[in-house]
């Protein structure tokens, strides 16, 4: 059993760039979300979705897109990236509805230079 | 929106002291969660609680759910090297878990 697989581990962006975040999980999760992390700030949630065809906005979601078309997966996308989005992001999922408690992936750590 | 606010920021303490920890809130919530975070890792959940009053223990690892449910304690007996990291609290309201922003643990040689 994967659990939840974040891709790439790491990343470098110049302003401007677009790019996605991938995250798949084998448990079948109805609830799958991403959060960053920064320095002092904890785990803020950008989005999460709570089956296949439904997504919705987290604390701070904006410059960040989302779309759940299978149950397995939830990529995140970077429109336009800035450094202001230099972070360490995390894809998790949980059975229940509403989540029960997460199974975090490994991470990504993004860099935009 | 909902908050968490977790204290200490930071704790530095010898090995085999005990730790503790929490979390205060302005809302309630249905679910306390702590979790810990190894440096590159995501968090790992620990120990969850599902009812105010609720004490549960996982090993050297104790943690209660607030019996007014805006407030979870963990702590952590004898503390042992590999229990450096950072610790979080999270609160499960109606459709969303939100985290504090952690505790970090420093163990002393």
């Known amino acids: 059993n994967a659990g939840v697989t974040q891709t790439p581990k790491f990343q470098v962006l110049k302003t401007g760039q677009s790019m996605t975040l991938q995250c798949a999980q084998d448990m079948n999760h109805e609830y799958m979300s991403w959060y960053r992390q920064d320095p002092g700030m904890g785990l803020r949630l950008i989005h999460y979705?709570?089956?296949?065809?439904?997504?919705d906005q987290g604390e701070v979601p904006n410059g960040y897109n989302v779309s759940r078309s299978t149950t397995e997966d939830f990529p995140l996308r970077l429109l336009s990236a800035a450094p202001s989005q230099t972070s360490v992001y995390f894809c998790a999922s949980s059975y229940g509805i509403p989540p029960v408690g997460y199974t975090f992936g490994s991470g990504t750590r993004l860099t935009v230079v | 929106g909902q908050q968490l606010n977790q204290s200490p920021q930071s704790m530095f303490i010898q090995e085999g002291e005990d730790v503790s920890m929490n979390c205060t809130s302005s809302s309630i919530f249905n679910t306390w969660l702590w979790y810990k975070q190894d440096p590159g890792e995501g968090p790992v959940l620990l120990i969850a609680?599902?009812?105010?009053?609720e004490l549960t223990s996982n090993g050297r690892l104790t943690a209660q759910f607030g019996i007014t449910r805006k407030d979870s304690f963990l702590n952590i007996s004898a503390s042992i090297p590999s229990d450096v990291g950072i610790y979080f609290c999270a609160g499960r309201g109606d459709d969303k878990i939100i985290f504090g922003k952690g505790t970090r643990l420093h163990i002393l040689p």
């Open positions: 979705s709570v089956g296949a065809g439904i997504t």
């Open positions: 609680l599902y009812k105010a009053g």
